[in-house]
């Protein structure tokens, strides 16, 4: 099973049932092991730190001042290494707080590495960018929805966007996809893990407004499950990653979301040495500076090359540039129809919030059922 997210165009109760469990299975990560675990053990199960010199970024910044929407599943606020790292953010369908809700736990692991603080004396997660903020968005489970957060996100100060999901392309989608880039801020994507099973690009990854992000194993090689193609801008490790789950526990994970999440963390650390630097210009750093695979130049499996974290926070000022993914209009794949009952004021079709609630649901019965097996191991 594979970190992807995926929909289906609502055509009555039925596949709105079906889509509604189907993007809660995909949520799910691979290779959960969520069982609670000594925390100062976790902190030496991130690998990545060493050849990424996360230790060397960390002291040039920390990410201070740069807020960072996670537009996923909720974000667990409670977790000791999350504690004071999370905004309200916003539940967009119910139009309130987003609280500390995620019942699958992908949204609490996004933010884990992207701005975890770990607790204690060395103990926990510790993401790339510990002292930014994460504004939590959900759900995203449907195009209407996406781009609600999105706005909002933008309009709540986000300085980077992650978006570490699949879903339906959309008029509407690629409308807020496109303000974002126009109000500077980073929007950054996962490639998606369907590489065996077709490797179609994936949306909001495949929008040339999106940095899209593909996952390497321990040897700097594209993982297996990572899709490919004209889409992928960068890529960064992607498996075996520890994060924080809900419930005060951590999980063993792999897929391009993680590696998103790895440049995300990155885009907040460029964001808050460089200040004045635009969005696109902070894009051509993280691209510019990577380290070539693969075949010579760009390609379709590294992108420009794996994420340099130190160079890219280094390098020496650029010139201005639109170069990066918000420079163009031009998708990979023409865009589906908006949601047909989108409508000019915003309001949220009464459909929609059928398919949410039956999301809620279905995650709580799936947070019970998990928490039956950890207990049972």
Do not use: C
């Not at 000791?80 to 692991?109: C, F, S, Y």
Request: hydrophobic content about 45%; glycine content about 12%; charged content about 20%.
């Amino acid at each position: 099973m594979s970190t992807r997210v995926g929909t289906t165009p609502r055509t009555g109760w039925a596949v709105a049932v079906r889509q509604a469990l189907a993007v809660l299975a995909a949520l799910l990560t691979v290779a959960v092991s969520a069982a609670p675990a000594r925390a100062d053990s976790i902190r030496d199960k991130q690998w990545y730190w060493s050849p990424m010199k996360v230790s060397e970024a960390q002291k040039i910044t920390k990410g201070a001042g740069v807020v960072v929407a996670v537009l996923d599943t909720g974000v667990d606020a409670s977790h000791p290494d999350l504690r004071g790292a999370v905004l309200p953010g916003r539940q967009i369908v119910q139009n309130k707080p987003a609280g500390n809700d995620d019942g699958v736990g992908h949204g609490t692991g996004m933010a884990g590495i992207i701005a975890g603080r770990g607790h204690g004396s060395g103990g926990g997660i510790l993401g790339i960018a510990p002292q930014a903020k994460i504004l939590p968005i959900r759900p995203v489970n449907d195009t209407y929805f996406v781009a609600q957060g999105i706005r909002w996100a933008v309009d709540h100060g986000a300085k980077v966007i992650t978006l570490a999901f699949e879903i339906d392309p959309s008029e509407n989608l690629q409308s807020a996809l496109k303000e974002a880039a126009a109000a500077d801020v980073v929007l950054v994507g996962a490639a998606g893990n369907e590489a065996d099973k077709g490797n179609d690009a994936e949306y909001p990854g495949a929008y040339p407004q999106v940095l899209t992000v593909g996952a390497l194993d321990r040897r700097n090689k594209v993982a297996a499950f990572s899709n490919h193609g004209p889409q992928v801008d960068l890529a960064a490790p992607g498996v075996d990653i520890t994060v924080p789950a809900p419930g005060d526990t951590y999980a063993e994970v792999e897929g391009s979301s993680v590696s998103a999440a790895l440049v995300a963390g990155a885009a907040a650390l460029i964001r808050a040495e460089h200040p004045d630097l635009s969005a696109a210009a902070v894009v051509d750093r993280l691209t510019s500076t990577a380290i070539d695979r693969g075949d010579k130049g760009r390609d379709d499996y590294y992108g420009a090359g794996q994420l340099d974290l130190m160079a890219a926070l280094t390098a020496p000022q650029p010139k201005a540039t639109s170069a990066g993914p918000a420079a163009t209009d031009a998708p990979v794949a023409a865009p589906g129809p908006a949601p047909a009952d989108d409508d000019e004021n915003g309001g949220i079709p009464p459909a929609l919030i059928v398919t949410a609630g039956v999301v809620l649901l279905a995650g709580a019965t799936l947070a019970v059922f998990l928490l039956a097996r950890r207990r049972t191991r």
